[in-house]
């Protein structure tokens, strides 16, 4: 069954602005928070903590990621609001996990919405998750709807102790972003595979099967680019505009994240081409399928018309036919159809019509 375009948001319909209603998957299970605290020279990995620890552990010295999935517990997100002092027009906006990517400044924090893609290739289908990010002085807060990440390079490189352990909350902010945008493009590599596959099987041997398949690939697509095409501008604004929370030098690794955003866009854009011209192509290959089968059936009836007119002729009941009392005139007869029909296939070739 194919996947809604539009989530339902009948239950928000008429509430106060701030109200905290979750939109989207319920979950069957528990929110989950875990906290690493780091600066270059030490690191703190709190997992499975609860808000009153996360409260107690926040105030620790060094950079802070605060990172949560499980958003579907509103009571979890309105206690990390408190502990943060966030807007409730934000924690409204995390709860509804149908944003568009977007950047909006607060003040103290920045809030950030991305999308982390997937793609589920036993269902050919890619899972869009929306990541809800907030920067603020010397922490990074991030919320997800479910568990598993893109994230296990990033805490890597964190726990090694690199580069990312000498700079503050705006790079971690950056290397969050960098890894989602990144992932974009195995999501990419694996969905090109596919639809070249698919490409294939179109120009060897199309099926009925062949334009659903092309059909679902074209539907992925439009959801693919409604999720990556709003984050050109977050990442633009993001490099572009000066804020007190993100330094000059990090705003040097964001317009990297901001090309690299083009080129999956581009990517994408080329993909959608390639399925319509496919579409274009099934359907050529189906009209000259039929055109084939007209063709024979056309000769075959054009081969029969004079052969039926001798039949017909010599099947009328008339009693004085010179030809009826003729010894030869049956096989003369069988030998004027065959001539006919083999002067007919005769013409046909030499027109290029067989």
Not at 27 to 41: I, K, P, R, T
Not at 71 to 77: A, I, N, R, Y
Not at 242 to 271: A, C, G, K, N
Request: aromatic share 8%; glycine share 8%.
């Amino acid at each position: 069954m194919a996947r809604r375009l539009v989530v339902k948001r009948g239950k928000k319909i008429g509430a106060a602005p701030g109200t905290l209603v979750h939109i989207g998957d319920h979950g069957a299970f528990e929110s989950v928070l875990s906290l690493m605290v780091y600066d270059e020279n030490h690191l703190q990995t709190h997992e499975g903590i609860t808000t009153a620890q996360c409260q107690a552990l926040i105030g620790q010295h060094g950079v802070k990621w605060l990172n949560m999935h499980g958003v579907h517990q509103t009571s979890s997100v309105q206690a990390l609001g408190e502990i943060f002092g966030l807007h409730p027009l934000v924690l409204e906006d995390i709860l509804n996990t149908d944003q568009r990517p977007k950047v909006e400044d607060y003040e103290g924090y920045l809030y950030i919405v991305l999308r982390m893609l997937r793609f589920d290739e036993p269902r050919q289908q890619i899972h869009s998750e929306q990541v809800s990010l907030i920067l603020g002085q010397n922490y990074v807060l991030s919320m997800q709807e479910k568990p598993g990440d893109v994230f296990q390079g990033l805490r890597e490189r964190i726990q090694g102790g690199r580069r990312i352990r000498f700079m503050q909350a705006d790079y971690l902010a950056y290397a969050i972003l960098d890894s989602v945008v990144d992932h974009y493009f195995v999501l990419l590599e694996k969905l090109g595979d596919e639809i070249e596959a698919l490409e294939d099987e179109l120009l060897i041997k199309p099926e009925p099967g062949t334009l659903q398949r092309i059909h679902h690939f074209k539907r992925e697509m439009l959801m693919l680019r409604k999720a990556v095409w709003p984050l050109r501008e977050v990442l633009s604004q993001l490099a572009r505009d000066d804020h007190p929370l993100i330094s000059e030098e990090t705003r040097l690794f964001m317009r990297d994240v901001y090309d690299h955003s083009i080129h999956v866009i581009d990517t994408i854009d080329t993909l959608r081409d390639l399925l319509a011209s496919m579409l274009e192509l099934y359907l050529s290959s189906i009209n000259n399928k039929m055109n084939e089968v007209m063709k024979v059936l056309t000769i075959i009836a054009t081969l029969f018309m004079p052969l039926t007119f001798i039949a017909g002729i010599y099947g009328m009941n008339f009693e004085y036919m010179p030809e009826l009392v003729w010894r030869w005139g049956y096989p003369s007869v069988w030998l004027v159809m065959l001539l006919v029909a083999g002067g007919l296939l005769l013409l046909f070739r030499r027109r290029g019509w067989l």
